[in-house]
């Protein structure tokens, strides 16, 4: 059986998640914030919450919160997978920040025109913190 993985994106990222993950877990995608919530609260089966740090305008980190709040055993990985330009002390913020709340990690890599060598390092950024059904994050 594939892991779940809730993919709390924009919806061009929930595409280029889709084409890294798929083919090795089933990719749920939200765009908006009450859709995550309500996919959490229905669903017991999600292995791992992976959220663009641009969700539903910025509320990554409030999802961050419910998850840890509510859901505290579920890895969270948080990235950026756009091409925006960001000064890299923002980006440097953003994965602070995460962690500092709880995120598993924080994966800044350009996902959405990527060739198969990125999908291949981000899928395995992410599939290694997939926890075990019943078990805490490995």
Known sequence: MKP???AAVRPQGGVAVHRALGEYAEVVPVYE???AVSALRGRRDVDLVLCGVFFNETRAFDLLRFVRE???ALPFVACRIGSRAVASAMVEAMG???KSMG???FIDMPLLDADSATDVEFRSLVLRHIRNRGQSPT
């Open 4 to 6: 779940v993985i809730l």
């Open 33 to 35: 914030y009450g859709d």
């Open 70 to 72: 509510e859901h505290a």
């Open 96 to 98: 602070i920040a995460a």
């Open 103 to 105: 995120a598993a990690a």
